[in-house]
């Protein structure tokens, strides 16, 4: 069973930065072995693809709507995974989850390990 819990959210102004962390833990020890994820949810709509980075934190993927703005990053000896924020816009107000699995999809429905979600609003 993997458990991931994320930090790092609260509100801030347009154009302002913030860094999501999730830290994540498996009682086999293999998290190292996971690709993980980001995914934003506004209330009443689907959960929305943001970000995603192999085990071997190599080549990364964004959402276009994200592109250019934010930046994931994993760290898989610290069980890490971040998510740099920067030029925040007021579209960007969700709840973020972050996700684990083998497998990089970009179809929430396809990931199987999820946090609780944590708030990010942004004024404009």
């Known amino acids: 069973q993997v458990q991931l819990v994320e930090s790092g959210g609260g509100t801030v102004k347009a154009g302002d930065s913030l860094r999501l962390s999730c830290v994540g833990s498996d009682a086999r020890r293999t998290f190292t072995r996971y690709d993980m994820g980001w995914f934003r949810q506004v209330q009443g709509k689907d959960r929305e693809f943001v970000a995603a980075?192999?085990?071997?934190?190599?080549?990364?993927y964004y959402s276009d709507d994200v592109k250019g703005r934010f930046t994931i990053s994993f760290n898989s000896a610290k069980n890490t995974v971040w998510l740099q924020m920067n030029r925040l816009k007021p579209e960007d107000t969700a709840v973020y989850y972050c996700a684990a699995d083998r497998g990089i999809y970009t179809n929430y429905k396809n990931w199987m390990y999820w946090g609780r979600g944590i708030q990010v609003t942004v004024s404009s």
């Open positions: 980075i192999g085990s071997t934190a190599d080549t990364p």
